[in-house]
């Protein structure tokens, strides 16, 4: 197995990098217990404006490195870096979009986008008129009004993307944002997420299970070994054209080309997570 050469920006060597993984291990436990240890020694870096997507088996550790990158874990070694300095809690650079949307059920699409800002202390009207331009920049402006029951599973996850961009991130943390969607919403829900991307790029760390959603959104794929204990095994630069259209990218040779090589890494570490199952079965 071999891992690509990572892809080097210009600008990596004058700008910090927006996030950094030194060597961090991260480990579960209680006192009196055996400790898990779920990552080790990971080594990563996001530029600024770099998107970067972690794909891995089931268990891998992907969403406790993203745990780790939002401050809500502290590591058991090693350390997180934010724009250079070390990362003492939780991470105000960065929104974190999980893939169940954080609505509240009681509170119209306009109201939920501008909670935010609300919260933060922008005036009522300030922070309504804001989110009612982020409601129709994700195509939601007839929507205003409704309420979270009222939307669509595809709605609701503009809604909630919405919510987090407003407050206008330097980085944005995505746990598999996509995972309960249909085919169809999940590839509006790409070309929508680029095209946002696109106008203000931000650093993002993106955690799939989709190998193909990985391929067609970011500008580096990273893999991650099976756990415990998983490592950073592979690092992938994607070298396909932007803008990207994620239904059309994935019939260019070109993508199918990277699709071959990244899964050639991923499949056997995929396997380690279905014993039963022999090589012969997935392809």
Same mark, same amino acid.
């Given at each position: 197995?071999?891992?690509?050469?990572?892809?080097?920006?210009?600008?990596?060597?004058?700008?910090?990098?927006?996030?950094?993984?030194?060597?961090?291990?991260?480990?579960?436990?209680?006192?009196?217990?055996?400790?898990?240890?779920?990552?080790?020694?990971?080594?990563?870096?996001?530029?600024?404006?770099?998107?970067?997507?972690?794909?891995?088996?089931?268990?891998?550790?992907?969403?406790?490195?993203?745990?780790?990158?939002?401050?809500?874990?502290?590591?058991?070694?090693?350390?997180?870096?934010?724009?250079?300095?070390?990362?003492?809690?939780?991470?105000?650079?960065?929104?974190?979009?999980?893939?169940?949307?954080?609505?509240?059920?009681?509170?119209?699409?306009?109201?939920?986008?501008?909670?935010?800002?609300?919260?933060?202390?922008?005036?009522?009207?300030?922070?309504?008129?804001?989110?009612?331009?982020?409601?129709?920049?994700?195509?939601?402006?007839?929507?205003?009004?409704?309420?979270?029951?009222?939307?669509?599973?595809?709605?609701? !996850?503009?809604?909630?993307?919405? &919510?987090? #961009?407003? %407050? +206008?991130?330097?980085? =944005? $943390?995505?746990? @598999?944002?996509?995972?309960?969607?249909?085919?169809?919403?999940?590839?509006?829900?790409?070309?929508?997420?680029?095209?946002?991307?696109?106008?203000?790029?931000?650093?993002?760390?993106?955690?799939?299970?989709?190998?193909?959603?990985?391929?067609?959104?970011?500008?580096?794929?990273?893999?991650?070994?099976?756990?415990?204990?998983?490592?950073?095994?592979?690092?992938?630069?994607?070298?396909?054209?932007?803008?990207?259209?994620?239904?059309?990218? !994935?019939?260019?040779?070109?993508? &199918?080309? #990277?699709? %071959? +090589?990244?899964?050639? =890494? $991923?499949?056997? @570490?995929?396997?380690?997570?279905?014993?039963?199952?022999?090589?012969?079965?997935?392809?």
């Amino acid at each position: 197995m071999r891992a690509a050469a990572r892809a080097e920006r210009p600008d990596q060597a004058v700008t910090p990098r927006a996030i950094g993984f030194e060597g961090v291990t991260i480990e579960f436990g209680t006192p009196g217990q055996a400790v898990f240890r779920a990552v080790e020694g990971a080594d990563l870096s996001v530029a600024a404006g770099e998107f970067v997507a972690i794909v891995g088996p089931t268990g891998c550790g992907k969403s406790t490195l993203l745990n780790a990158a939002a401050g809500l874990l502290t590591p058991a070694a090693g350390q997180v870096r934010i724009f250079g300095a070390p990362l003492p809690g939780l991470n105000r650079d960065a929104g974190y979009l999980f893939q169940l949307e954080a609505l509240m059920p009681w509170k119209t699409a306009l109201e939920n986008v501008a909670i935010g800002l609300e919260i933060a202390g922008t005036p009522k009207r300030a922070a309504r008129d804001q989110a009612r331009d982020w409601l129709r920049r994700v195509g939601l402006a007839p929507f205003a009004d409704r309420y979270p029951h009222m939307l669509s599973g595809g709605q609701r !996850k503009r809604v909630a993307m919405a &919510q987090v #961009l407003i %407050r +206008d991130p330097k980085i =944005m $943390l995505m746990d @598999e944002p996509f995972g309960p969607l249909d085919a169809q919403t999940r590839l509006i829900m790409g070309d929508l997420l680029l095209r946002l991307w696109q106008e203000n790029r931000k650093a993002v760390l993106f955690v799939t299970h989709d190998l193909e959603e990985a391929i067609s959104l970011a500008d580096r794929v990273v893999i991650m070994s099976a756990g415990p204990a998983a490592r950073i095994i592979g690092d992938f630069p994607i070298n396909l054209a932007r803008p990207r259209d994620v239904s059309e990218i !994935k019939l260019m040779p070109e993508f &199918q080309a #990277l699709h %071959r +090589d990244i899964w050639h =890494m $991923l499949k056997s @570490e995929v396997l380690k997570a279905y014993p039963d199952l022999t090589m012969g079965e997935i392809s």
